[in-house]
């Protein structure tokens, strides 16, 4: 594990397991994905937790008793559509880091396209991380587990710099590339309006800003 990433601790992480009762039988999982759909198409629809169980029993075609019955509750089903979210945030950052790494025999071939399909995988699943991180500041139930995304985010990005690390400059490669996966995330953050503020920094031409800030990543890793 590279400096500057911890280790997330070993706990349950948050998943749709954890917050609903396992289907057993085909007809039951198929009712839990159209309970699962529907939230998420009325919370991004919405931009927020702002609809009831009512809501998802007419979009999902599914009873409210089934819900209860899988669920519990509306907190637990929110909290499954932020977890089946991060799963596949999680995934789509895992197949790009390896799709660029595979297209990219140097560090200048792979920063400029790092940079630019990050920023594409955070745009696409932007609109349901800013309401995860709205949970996250009063659910503990996902805080925790966001927390272990970010980090596992982190090295993920750090150790993918860090096969270019020959082509550093500098000696502390690892504070480097910590540095460098800090830098693009905080700037894409800013602009996507998944900072505390919920507002972007400014209105800045987005293919310009992946281009430059690629372009100034490789600058800083490469500087001595």
């Known amino acids: 594990m590279a400096r500057g990433a911890p280790r997330p601790t070993e706990e349950p992480a948050l998943a749709v ?10 007809r039951s999982k198929a009712s839990l994905e ?15 937790e702002d609809f009831t169980l009512q809501d998802v029993n007419q979009r999902g075609n599914v009873s409210i ?3 209860y019955l899988r669920f ?6 929110v909290r499954a559509v932020i977890a089946r979210a991060l799963e ?19 560090l200048d071939e792979f920063m400029p396209r790092y940079v630019a399909g990050y920023a594409e995988v955070l ?3 932007a609109p349901l991380l800013r309401l995860a991180m709205e949970r996250a500041s009063f659910d503990p139930l996902v805080s ?7 980090l596992r985010a982190t090295d993920r990005g750090m150790q993918a710099m860090l096969s270019y690390r020959d082509s550093f ?11 460098a996966y800090k830098i693009v995330f905080a700037t894409l953050a800013r602009q996507l309006s998944l900072g505390s503020s919920g507002e972007a920094a400014h209105d800045y031409d987005w293919d310009v800003l992946k281009r430059e800030l690629g372009r100034m990543c490789l600058a800083y890793l490469r500087a001595p």
């Open 34 to 48: 159209r309970m699962l759909v529907a939230a998420r198409e009325l919370m991004l629809e919405r931009g927020s």
């Open 169 to 179: 400059g500098g000696t502390d490669h690892e504070m480097k590339a910590n540095s």
């Open 88 to 106: 596949d945030l999680a995934l789509s950052e895992e197949t790009l880091v390896n799709d660029v790494l595979a297209q990219s025999p140097t």
């Open 17 to 26: 397991e954890t917050v609903s009762r396992k289907p057993q039988q085909g």
């Open 123 to 125: 745009r696409i699943n």
């Open 65 to 67: 008793g089934s819900i």
């Open 144 to 150: 925790k587990p966001g927390k272990d995304h970010a």
């Open 72 to 77: 519990q509750s509306k907190d637990n089903l």
